[in-house]
């Protein structure tokens, strides 16, 4: 069965270092979410991704934050410059269509000391 | 404001007990909801999404059930079993151009043998 794979699953980093996240979407999906989950904290919502380029992006995602498709399989999240709270789990998602059933990878655990 | 919120945060049941999750959503114009089992420090995986011309789904011993004019949806878990312990999101779907979800806080549920 297909599935969404994101790397690395744990990465550790010191403040103020730049980190990509990386991941593998469903083949023959088109729109592509990144979430994250501080420790304790609900799923929240930071960008959304259709045919290379932002379609929507929640507050949290700020100029620290980026995201592309640099070869038409990966889709990364780049955070430029790391603080503490950013620390949480990390989540890829993508439904094939547009709100229908969205499929989550397993998630990137960024701990920033 | 769109919020989603579970209740109890907490359940803990004895093995083949009958159980079910709540979830309430403030903005009941929901597109659809899904929810999602999460294992510690795991991903998300997709249990049932159910439309908002849907009243039921179902998927082997779950039932998620949805009404919109009161802002509800329950997911019913039949005969619990200690592989069901995890805990249990639900997210709406308001649809439009983001597709996004807004999530619980979650049910950890703990089913003892």
């Known amino acids: 069965e297909p599935e969404v794979t994101q790397t690395p699953s744990h990465q550790v980093t010191q403040m103020g270092q730049e980190v990509i996240l990386r991941c593998v979407p469903i083949?023959?999906?088109?729109?592509f979410y990144w979430y994250r989950q501080i420790l304790g904290q609900k799923v929240e919502f930071l960008v959304s991704?259709?045919?290379?380029?932002?379609?929507?992006k929640s507050e949290i995602f700020d100029d620290q934050f980026s995201v592309e498709r640099p070869d038409g399989s990966n889709f990364t999240l780049k955070i430029r410059s790391t603080k503490l709270e950013d620390s949480a789990m990390y989540f890829c998602?993508?439904?094939?269509?547009?709100?229908?059933?969205?499929?989550f990878g397993q998630g990137t655990r960024l701990t920033v000391v | 404001k769109q919020e989603v919120t579970q209740i109890p945060a907490a359940l803990s049941v004895p093995e083949g007990e009958n159980l079910v999750l709540n979830c309430s959503f403030t903005d009941s114009a929901i597109y659809n909801l899904q929810w999602f089992r999460q294992d510690p420090g795991k991903g998300l995986t997709s249990l049932l999404l159910i439309q908002s011309s849907q009243r039921e789904q179902t998927s082997g011993r779950l039932n998620a059930s949805l009404d919109k004019s009161s802002g509800r949806s329950t997911l019913y878990i039949a005969a619990s079993q200690p592989g069901d312990s995890a805990t249990y999101l639900c997210a709406a779907n308001y649809g439009g151009s983001q597709g996004n979800l807004i999530f619980g806080k979650g049910t950890k549920l703990s089913v003892k043998p």
């Open positions: 991704f259709y045919n290379n380029e932002i379609s929507e």
């Open positions: 083949s023959n999906h088109l729109y």
């Open positions: 998602a993508s439904p094939r269509v547009l709100n229908t059933e969205a499929f």
